[in-house]
């Protein structure tokens, strides 16, 4: 069984501050790890991904994310907010092994970025 | 490539109706999932199809769901009798996995509404 806690479901942030959304997870095999990000009415927009290799991995808008796997962990940063960064963001775990692929997300992160 | 496409993009309507959404995956991806996200939370896995074979449901597919991929391209989902409980947002992804890895690609999503 897999599952994602995402720790803090507001964060609010002053717009050029650096940007930090927490994410937990569990997993009895070796994880593939996402982050999406969605803004109103829309769907998931695919930020960045881990599966294995570097684990620090860089993705779309400046943002990045590193894999630790000794504290089961995947927090996503960004050095300076922007205001167009305002969007919930969801971390999410799927398997490495067999075929089954569907995505367990955590209750996601609404992200405020002040002016 | 198109992206993911879904229609239609809001549906209201009343308890025991039945409802019908459809989705068009990326051309070429023989993967196609259904998630569900009610209000404040994460996508739920619901099912997913490997070409037109649906290989894996959730619990949360009762028996009035019910999903098909008749030609390994498009799906549909419908659901019978609708109750006041399956108001949410129903969200299709679709992939192709490669070397063993696989990155889901969301579409906009049908927002239900059941009075």
């Known amino acids: 069984a897999q599952s994602v806690t995402q720790l803090g479901s507001h964060v609010s942030v002053s717009e050029g501050a650096l940007v930090l959304l927490r994410c937990n997870y569990s997993s009895s095999v070796p994880p593939y790890l996402f982050w999406y990000v969605q803004y109103p009415n829309q769907g998931l927009q695919l930020l960045l991904k881990y599966t294995t290799g570097a684990t620090l991995v860089k993705g779309i808008n400046g943002f990045e994310a590193e894999f630790k796997k000794s504290e089961t962990s995947f927090h996503l940063t960004k050095p300076s907010a922007h205001m167009s960064d305002a969007a919930e963001y969801f971390c999410?775990?799927?398997?490495?092994?067999?075929?089954?692929?569907?995505?367990?997300f955590g209750s996601g992160t609404q992200l405020t970025v002040l002016p | 490539d198109t992206g993911v496409s879904q229609n239609p993009r809001h549906k209201i309507t009343k308890r025991g109706q039945n409802v019908t959404f459809r989705c068009d995956p990326i051309s070429e991806h023989n993967r196609l999932y259904w998630y569900r996200q009610t209000l404040g939370q994460g996508p739920e896995f619901l099912t997913y199809f490997q070409n037109e074979a649906q290989l894996e449901k959730s619990r949360l597919l009762s028996d009035r769901f019910s999903a098909e991929r008749p030609k390994g391209s498009f799906s549909t989902l419908e659901i019978q009798r609708t109750e006041q409980g399956d108001s949410a947002m129903y969200l299709c992804?679709?992939?192709?996995?490669?070397?063993?890895?696989?990155?889901?690609?969301f579409g906009p999503g049908t927002r239900l509404l059941v009075l």
């Open positions: 999410a775990v799927s398997s490495s092994s067999g075929s089954a692929r569907q995505l367990t």
């Open positions: 992804a679709s992939s192709l996995p490669f070397g063993g890895q696989e990155t889901q690609y």
